[in-house]
């Protein structure tokens, strides 16, 4: 079992900026390869990006890229969502999820564990 919890959501304009970061306990974090994923209201789970077990590779949906950056730190058991130029249609409750395997993981349901979410509302 691994425990997720997010943090860093909030209120934020259009155009600025926001860290979203996560922080996992219990099984080893370095083994999973980790992602975020967000829904908005009214629409279903949605990828945003995943970041491999050693932090090499990652993958971002059409949506973000270019705005977004998925990071690790190892050591401190963190994963984190740089979000910039931030757009109203990012408006969601956005998910750490985790999942202890091989592979590049784009879909919600591939992920096995979860956290709580935190919500990110932006204003035009």
């Known amino acids: 079992q691994v425990q997720l919890v997010e943090s860093g959501g909030g209120l934020v304009q259009a155009g600025g900026s926001l860290r979203l970061s996560c922080a996992a306990s219990?099984?080893?974090?370095?083994?999973?390869?980790m992602g975020w994923v967000r829904q908005a209201p009214g629409k279903e789970r949605e990828f945003v990006a995943t970041?491999?077990?050693?932090?090499?590779?990652?993958y971002y949906a059409d949506s973000v890229k270019g705005r977004f950056t998925i990071s690790r730190a190892n050591a401190k058991n963190l994963v984190y969502l740089q979000m910039n130029n931030v757009k109203v249609e990012d408006t969601a409750v956005y998910y750490c999820?985790?999942?202890?395997?091989?592979?590049?993981?784009?879909?919600?349901?591939?992920?096995?564990?979860w956290g709580q979410g935190t919500q990110v509302p932006v204003s035009s």
């Open positions: 999820a985790a999942v202890y395997g091989v592979g590049r993981y784009v879909t919600p349901s591939e992920y096995d564990y």
């Open positions: 219990g099984r080893t974090f370095s083994s999973a390869a």
């Open positions: 970041i491999s077990k050693s932090g090499v590779f990652t």
